[in-house]
């Protein structure tokens, strides 16, 4: 049985296009700090660390959801190929599968980007700390040093965040080409069997 997959496709796309952007706003939250560091203050620092704290929270639920809809949306889309008497159940084939290599390329840069970014920011993180435990308190602030440190975290963010923002973009081209193919199939199984008195559903 053929089974419908475009509401599986779009949940997936606005799932994957919303969890990059979430981690690309995460690239740009030292400037949150930054602006605290501008007027020292326990009001300030709080607005900055709640953008910090919802930003990964909204990043985990995106997350867990891109992988939900993209797991339903692959799973429907490889029982329509056993529908269509396919023996491969691969998603993509020909030119096609040049998206899948340009996927897990950039999703394997840009996790290796965030990895690396992560452990080069090491350093920094004892300094971070004191700096955002003096906003806090509304103690003065080396405000070189707080470019430094904040700038620096913002500049180690960034590769990862276009990478995963290419990976997301790239996925996006997958999932609807892949469904584009579907439905395609699909229009022409429904044209073949209307011109032999019969129907499909979808």
Same mark, same amino acid.
């Given at each position: 049985m %053929?089974? $419908? %997959?475009?509401?599986?496709?779009t949940a997936a796309m606005a799932a994957v296009a919303g969890t990059a952007l979430v981690y690309l706003l995460l690239a740009f939250l030292p400037l949150a700090d930054l602006w605290a560091a501008r007027d020292p203050g326990p009001h300030r620092a709080a607005l900055a660390a709640a953008l910090r704290i919802g930003a990964w929270v909204l990043l985990f639920a995106l997350a867990v959801t891109t992988a939900v809809a993209t +797991?339903?949306? @692959?799973?429907? +889309?490889r029982s329509n !190929? &056993? $529908?269509? /008497?396919? #023996?491969?159940? #691969?998603? @993509? *084939?020909? #030119?096609t599968a040049v998206l899948v290599w340009l996927l897990w390329g950039s999703a394997f840069a840009g996790a290796g980007a965030a990895l690396l970014g992560l452990i080069a920011g090491l350093d920094d993180r004892a300094? %971070?700390?004191? &700096?955002?435990? *003096? %906003? @806090?308190?509304?103690?003065?602030?080396?405000?070189?040093l707080a +470019?430094? !440190?904040f700038g620096r975290q913002l500049v180690l963010g960034l590769p990862a965040a276009a990478l995963f923002v290419l990976a997301a973009a790239v996925a996006v081209l997958l999932i609807g080409r892949v469904t584009d193919v579907q439905y395609g199939r699909? @229009? #022409?199984l429904r044209a073949a069997l209307a /011109?032999?008195? /019969?129907t499909i559903g979808a």
């Open positions: %053929i089974r $419908a %997959i475009s509401h599986w496709a +797991a339903g949306w @692959a799973a429907r +889309a !190929l &056993v $529908a269509f /008497g396919l #023996r491969s159940r #691969r998603l @993509a *084939r020909g #030119r300094e %971070i700390g004191d &700096v955002r435990d *003096r %906003i @806090a308190a509304g103690r003065p602030i080396d405000h070189d +470019a430094h !440190l699909i @229009a #022409r /011109g032999a008195g /019969g």
